[in-house]
């Protein structure tokens, strides 16, 4: 029985039996992405079914003002019982005492280790989880056939190597007569998963690494870190395949046919889908010198800081709840984002599905950074990047100047 039938059924045993009087009510906060949002309330309708005396409350927010409201409101003891968080928060989220640690007996940390993708083992502190994905994220490459079509590019072969990738981005894009883009052969924006292909895919695919093993260290500023760079600055300095920045977010052009080739993320799968009159296809990241990669990232549920009594039993119920495989095969369903444990993702209809199958095969190595302050590590990033392309600073020296940076930003962390 799917999730959506067992929704069904359980309403409708809910409606045949009289309701009892309402005994807690927990709040879930998550920032607003369409599919999340019909997720969610689908997964609180069943749970409400299956503990009629729980209500939950969803509340969202638009993604610039999130994680702000969740450390006003749970600093001033309001807000959610279970939020989620993005897992790159945790050191931040930890240090303000902001998260609850999961109680063992009810989620038993070898159990977890177990069952879910290795990844989630950043969540794990001092043997203690602080929280728990329903879903975890990968990158791929869509792509607008009838773009490939018309730069003379066979839509059913799309590239596979980076050099394949240059080649077919030279293609797609176009000019006018003034030399200004009008079509992007492959997106290139701040707002983007650009840092993620750069940091997790680029640099190991020269054979460098971006951070030490234990985090501490930056370890980019190699010529092998540089060798990245070059590999993703070129497409806009040198094979003028793009403009970074054209029309500010990568998925707007994609969206309006103007780009056809998007690096993103799993989560984009609901959106790409939604596009009208796009006929587009799902590819695994180009590979370089021999090697492939790939970046893994998640947001994880978690019990705020003083969440307690009859409000953070029924909180560990919900979050057990909506971690559960039905309820992680719903999310892949709804919302794109791959289910965090194999058992659910792995299987033979998902890895054979023309569009997760290309994310899924990404999990198979895939790195996961592990940020300290994710905001202000982002921001180095794309100061990075504005000295290259506005300033005319040389790579070598930006991402030096990047790495001192980060650098500084990690010794003050871990000094503290």
Known sequence: MTLKTAIASAALGAALLSTPAVAVEIEYWQYYFEGRVQAIDQLI????????????????????????????????GQGPDVVQLYYGWLPDFLKAGLLEPLPAETFDP?????????????????????????AVRSLAMFYNKDL??????????????????????????????????????????????DAHWWREVLIRQHGGAPYSDDGRTVTYDTPE??????????????????????MNESQASFAAQRAGILIDG????????????????????????????????????????????????????????????????????????????????????NLADPVYGPFLAGLDGAQTTEFVNESAQRQIWLDMIDRINIGGVSVEDSLAEAATAEQKLLDEFYAE
């Open 45 to 76: 309708e069943a749970f409400e079914a299956e503990n009629p005396d729980i209500t939950v409350k969803h509340t969202h927010f638009p993604y610039a003002q999130y994680r702000t409201k969740i450390a006003a409101a749970v600093m001033a």
């Open 110 to 134: 070898a159990t977890i280790d177990a069952e879910y993708f290795p990844i989630v083992k950043r969540m794990k502190v001092d043997g203690q989880y602080y929280g728990l994905p329903t």
């Open 148 to 193: 490939f079509t018309k730069a003379g590019l066979d839509p059913e072969s799309p590239p596979a190597t980076y050099e394949e990738l240059v080649t077919a981005a030279k293609a797609i894009a176009e000019h006018d007569g003034s030399g200004n883009l009008l079509v992007a052969g492959i997106t290139a924006t701040p707002v983007a998963q």
């Open 266 to 349: 799993s989560f984009r799968i609901g959106a790409v889908q939604a596009m009208e009159g796009l006929n587009w296809g799902v590819a695994p990241l180009p590979t370089q010198n021999g090697v492939s990669s790939n970046y893994a990232s998640y947001w994880v549920n978690g019990i705020t800081r003083g969440t307690e009594g009859e409000e953070l039993e029924a909180s560990l119920k919900f979050l057990e709840f909506i971690t559960r495989p039905e309820a992680m095969q719903l999310w892949l369903e709804v919302v794109g984002e791959l289910p965090a444990r194999p058992s659910v993702a792995l299987t033979e209809e």
């Open 225 to 246: 870190g540089a060798a990245a760079l070059h590999d993703y600055t070129d497409m806009f300095m040198v094979h003028d395949a793009t403009e970074y920045g054209f």
